[in-house]
Every structure is written in structure tokens, then in C-alpha cells.
């Protein structure tokens, strides 16, 4: 089993900025498109934002303009930069390909908006 490691949650004020980071297996990373996801405890896992092996990008309305997916594929490493948060976007933070994996699933990073 594959798993990808998030990284980069934590506690921040309404307003503020994060960004998440993803460890991805090379042999995957080349080959696939990223996606990140989040989840809040008694919903479903959502779709946030993808981004393609040619960096071409898709964005949850609920997030466009205020986050940014990005890809460094010299690092296998694919980005969220998460600007104006606000407490909507309190959740448990995944990546994982685009379609999604269930092997694939990591642990996650814990994103907290709060004053």
C-alpha cells in the first residue's frame, strides 16, 4: 500500500494564510494527476483542487481565488497555498490522485480556522 504524507496544517486565524505540502512516490507523481481533498467529521470527503501533470488546474467554487494547487516536479511534492481562510475551511486535509485511490489515502493534516 501507497500512502501520501500532508503536511504543513495547523491552528490560524480567520483571514490568514497556510500551505499544505504532499510527499507523493515519484512513480506516481510523473504520471498522475494530484488532487487535494478535504473532510469534516460526519460529511464527505470533497474534491478542493486538482492539478494535471501539465499544471492545468480545477477549483472547488467554495475555494477559487483563495487557493492556489500547485505542483514541483522536481520534489514529487504538489502544494495547496490557502489564502483568506475562514472557519468553512476547518477540516482534515488529504492529497491523492485525481481520480482518487483508496490505497492512496494518508493520514492528512489537520486545518483549524478559529479566532
Known amino acids: 500500500q501507497v500512502q501520501l504524507v500532508e503536511s504543513g496544517g495547523g491552528l490560524v486565524r480567520p483571514g490568514g494564510s497556510l500551505r499544505l505540502s504532499c510527499a507523493v512516490p515519484?512513480?506516481?507523481?510523473?504520471?498522475?494527476?494530484m488532487g487535494w481533498y478535504r473532510q469534516v467529521p460526519g460529511k464527505e470527503r470533497e474534491l478542493v483542487a486538482a492539478?494535471?501533470?501539465?499544471?492545468?488546474?480545477n477549483y472547488a467554487d467554495s475555494v477559487k481565488g483563495r487557493f492556489t494547487i500547485s505542483r514541483d516536479n522536481a520534489k514529487n511534492t504538489v502544494y495547496l497555498q490557502m489564502n483568506s481562510l475562514n472557519p468553512e475551511d476547518t477540516a482534515v486535509y488529504y492529497c491523492?490522485?485525481?481520480?482518487?485511490?483508496?490505497?492512496?489515502w494518508g493520514q492528512g493534516t489537520q486545518v483549524t480556522v478559529s479566532s
Open positions: 491523492n490522485t485525481f481520480p482518487q485511490r483508496g490505497d492512496y
Open positions: 515519484g512513480v506516481i507523481f510523473r504520471f498522475r494527476t
Open positions: 492539478i494535471n501533470i501539465v499544471g492545468d488546474t
